[in-house]
């Protein structure tokens, strides 16, 4: 039977992943609601979604809540975003690009809803799960679209 020794446990608790930072292995990090470990010794680089794939594991995981899905937003695994109706949740660490359909591979749709936004415009860009109403009955977008004139 193998000895089991505590002291050989050295995890060392360095708050949030800050970028161009020096991690030695088994450093812990709080990045958006997980914290990951360090498998091997580094200087961090710009962006977390890159270092997280050869120099961390996670220890403890967690979903954050990132408000309104937005452009140029760096999003990681787990994030949670509204977009239209729909709460999706990030499943590839990503920098948003200008369409949600464009980069629409990095979610998994995590809650399905219906938000009521009014009466129906031309020109107005829909997205799935918003309602509107024209001439007293309420329509659902079941894609995502800019309204035509007709």
């Keep these: 039977m ?4 505590i002291n050989r446990f050295r995890y060392v608790w360095k708050g949030n992943w800050a970028a161009t930072t020096a991690y030695n292995r088994d450093d812990v990090v709080l990045r958006t609601g997980n914290v990951y470990y360090c498998t091997s010794q580094h200087t961090s680089t710009a962006t977390f979604a890159t270092d997280q794939l050869t120099r961390w ?3 403890s995981e967690s979903s954050a809540y990132r408000g309104t899905w937005n ?3 760096v999003y990681a695994v787990n994030d949670l975003v509204t977009h239209g109706g729909q709460i999706y949740k990030c499943v590839t660490s990503h920098t948003s690009q200008a369409l949600f359909s464009t980069s629409l591979a990095n979610w998994q749709l995590y809650l399905e809803s219906v938000r009521f936004i009014g009466e129906w415009v031309t020109g107005t860009q829909y997205k799935v799960g918003e309602a509107v109403s024209l001439s ?5 977008a079941n894609t ?6 007709t």
């Design 71 to 73: 452009t140029a937003i």
């Design 144 to 149: 995502e679209h800019i309204a035509a004139g």
């Design 57 to 59: 594991s996670v220890m």
């Design 2 to 5: 193998s000895e089991f020794k």
């Design 136 to 140: 007293g009955i309420v329509y659902v």
